[in-house]
């Protein structure tokens, strides 16, 4: 009897130890910082990763690869749950210092802590607010209606690599052949007179970046006098131009 009292009496003290440990109180600085998705699962299926910005209780989510880049903002963490005004949205689960699960309806998502974080919590909700606004310029079809290719070269034994057919393309694509342009979420078509060319892009407010093979392709792009136009610099430092005219 005495010795199932103590079996017992460790028991209750080993399970209320397992308790405390579960539910340890994590102070918001402990989120401070980026994390990213390694595996992610939500009803908004258009975006296979996203980031979580944390920075002294507030939160927000974004991504590069959606319809929208900036998916909260001014979230407020309280314990492990992120709130937006007083609807508890996601609930946290901490693995260790470096991993979180995150859950909520219809969302599943397990992140790992960034090292390399490139922006604090407000640039990153700035930045997708600019990335979308100029993100929308680009949707629709655009024809083209002139190109340029200029050598940028300072060293005049330079200048002539502008003759090189490798020199006046963009992804690969000669320059004077691509007729036109359609722009979706995430999607671009490069249209010629025998093929047209898809690829998955993710944008900046002033740049597209995608890739081909394992070459990441960065396009600037500006719209003026209702005119599109992109520019992409090789790396013989040849500036290939195409003004583009929209159609839809």
């Known amino acids: ?9 460790s028991f209750l003290i080993c ?16 989120f401070n910082g980026e994390w990213l998705s390694d595996s992610l699962v939500t009803k908004d299926n258009d975006h296979w ?33 992120m ?10 689960k901490v693995l260790d210092s470096n991993k979180i699960i995150v859950e909520g309806k219809d969302y599943y998502g397990s992140f790992l802590r960034n090292d390399f974080q490139l922006d604090d919590t407000k640039k990153a909700v700035s930045k997708a607010e600019e990335t979308e606004k100029q993100r929308k310029k680009l949707f629709g079809k655009w024809k083209a209606v002139d190109f340029k290719t200029v050598s940028l070269a300072t060293n ?23 007729t036109s342009i359609d722009f979706g ?13 898809p690829f998955e892009y993710s944008a900046e407010p002033n740049t597209i970046e995608f890739r081909s093979g394992d070459v990441i392709y960065t396009l ?29």
């Open 1 to 9: 009897m005495l010795l199932q009292k103590i079996l017992t009496g």
């Open 15 to 30: 399970t209320g130890f397992l308790l405390v440990s579960c539910y340890k109180d994590y102070k918001p600085e402990f």
């Open 49 to 81: 990763r996203e980031f979580l910005h944390f920075e002294n209780g507030q939160a927000a989510r974004t991504t590069y690869w959606g319809k929208k880049y900036l998916l909260n903002k001014n979230l407020q963490l309280k314990g492990l749950e």
């Open 83 to 92: 709130y937006d005004r007083d609807k508890a949205l996601f609930q946290i």
């Open 156 to 178: 005049p034994e330079d200048a002539f690599i502008i003759q090189s057919p490798e020199q006046r393309t963009i992804a690969g694509i000669p320059t004077h052949e691509i």
């Open 185 to 197: 979420y995430n999607m671009l078509l490069f249209r010629c007179n025998t093929r047209t060319i």
């Open 220 to 248: 600037r792009y500006y719209v003026e006098k209702e005119r599109l136009i992109i520019e992409y610099i090789t790396f013989r430092n040849v500036l290939n131009s195409i003004t583009f005219e929209k159609t839809q």
